[in-house]
């Protein structure tokens, strides 16, 4: 499954990555590569809480990316 993550950095360097098609997956790291193993362990024991309790697991998404010459 893939789900989109956002990273930003805050004020004081650190790395703040959220999950946005899963209400509340945040996680935070010192560095960006840490930050984006985090949110994969959170996203994970996420989908693992929404399966245990019988609620609904958001769809993967499915995008392209393409380049637009200017």
Do not use: W
């Amino acid at each position: 499954m893939k789900y989109r993550i956002l990273i930003e950095q805050d004020e004081d360097g650190i790395f703040v990555a959220e999950c946005p098609s899963l209400p509340g997956c945040i996680s935070q790291a010192k560095t960006r590569a840490e930050a984006i193993e985090n949110i994969h362990d959170a996203i994970k024991g996420y989908i693992e809480s929404l399966r245990k309790h019988n609620e609904p697991v958001p769809p993967a998404i499915q995008e392209e990316i393409i380049e637009v010459a200017v």
